[in-house]
């Protein structure tokens, strides 16, 4: 089945493959899984306890993996199957997580490669 739409919050839902075009030209094409590359995922975390945070991440090797600090947030980027595993060492460690989320979407793939 082929489907066109703008609406890539549900695309990504239900296609298994994706062709971006742009101004009528083939961007990308491949697999949705592929596309999004779980091994460098964006995860997001929200705290309010800044300076813990920065003496965890300056003890542990979860520092290598910070991509952008601005106040209470966080961005990182790693593979997705270890945000239990950042979690749980965050809480062990007594920082206060607000939020911890996965921000890679579709939406925001399309927007890198598309935007000149």
């Known amino acids: ?7 890539l919050n549900e695309m990504e839902m239900v296609a298994d493959s994706m062709l971006i075009i742009n ?5 990308v094409e491949g697999r949705v899984k592929d596309l999004l590359h779980p091994e460098a995922s964006v995860i997001e975390l929200t705290t309010h306890m800044q300076d813990a945070t920065l003496a965890f991440l300056n003890n542990t ?12 947030i966080f961005r990182f980027e790693f593979n997705k199957q270890r945000v239990a595993e950042f979690n749980k060492q965050l809480v062990e460690s007594g920082i206060e997580v607000s939020s911890l989320a996965l921000v890679n979407s579709l939406e925001q793939f399309f927007l890198s490669q598309t935007q000149a």
């Open 1 to 7: 089945m082929l489907v066109s739409s703008h609406l």
């Open 23 to 27: 101004k009528g030209r083939k961007v």
């Open 61 to 72: 090797g979860w520092g290598t993996y910070l991509k952008m600090h601005s106040g209470d």
